[in-house]
């Protein structure tokens, strides 16, 4: 048995990132940073001052390139073989974080990493979820290592724009809806029984501290809600991964959303959004009622989470766009690990029917 539940350490507390330097050096007398423009713009500020004081040589900011994409991971390794860091510290949000954590596999370097928002689990797994430089998902490596250490400064979290951490929570709601489903495929164990029994706990507490967590991020204050639902985001959903291991993976959801990705003009939908778009989909393909989906698009709007094809500026499919939809989905190696075997007409048929059902709350 192997299993990788989580990061080694994590940390979060308010104005962090200005003791960072204490934390880095237990790892390198010399770090790079690489994350998101925005995210590394936000970071440097507040963390070269604690740099200079645990004498840690800064190598530099380096933007991680915009896609998690092996063209950038390769880019990123000669900047990294060029500067010599000890220490790789990943900055921003999913896309930079996993590209990073590649980096660091390729290299055989430690990664910490210092989320800028809470919209995926990507700070607390060993995976990395690879796009082609469109932006187009292509798969699920593990050719990835998981951070050391976690840094997070609420004081940048609650900076964000609220809409990360709606992302956040939609990315996490899916852990229930997944692992519930891709553990029926195997025998129980303690390792997957404690998996869905965490993923079930999220879920409730999403549902009971989402909202007022959002409402008081959006006020730019943090309380004890926001800091749960960030710990859920960020941490713990990652431990469902970490300890469920192959038997509870990502499914139909995440499936879903990998095959949206193919239109482009879902691109300004965040990851998070267009996988709880997913979940309902998935609710569909497993026969749920519409009642049961219509609760949780009560809670979708509570929190701002998209709840129609439209609310994801997707609009006026042809056949034939519906149809690679259909194809892509299926071959996506999440929707394996459904218990039972998708068609593309059930793809196109829950997509449709969970865009129904929300369309018709709408209305109402």
Known sequence: MHTIPGPAKYIREDGLLRQAGSYIKEFGSSALFIGGKTALSIVEPLIKESLAESKIENKGFEWYGGECSWSQVERLCQIVQQKKPEVIIAVGGGKAIDTVKAVAFA????????????????????????????????????????????????????????????????????????????????????????????????YQLLLEKGPEAVATIKAGKVDQAVNDVIDSIILISGSVSGYGGDDCRTAAAHAIYSGLTIFPEVHDTYHGEIVAFGILAQLVLEGKSEEEIGELIAFYQQVELPYTLEDMAITDLSQDEWKRLGEVTVEIEDMENMPFAVTPEMVIHAVQGADRIGKKVKQQ
């Open 107 to 202: 290299e055989g370097l430690p990664v910490l990493a210092i989320p800028t928002i809470a919209a995926t689990c990507a700070p607390s797994t060993p995976i990395a979820i690879m796009y082609d430089d469109e932006g187009t998902f292509i798969e699920i490596s593990h050719r990835s290592k998981a951070p050391s250490l976690v840094l997070v400064d609420t004081e940048v979290i609650v900076r964000a724009p609220y809409r990360f951490l709606v992302a956040g929570i939609g990315d996490t709601l899916a852990k229930w809806f997944e692992s519930s489903a891709s553990v029926k495929k195997s025998e129980p164990t303690a390792l997957n029984r404690s998996a869905v029994k965490l993923a079930h706990e999220l």
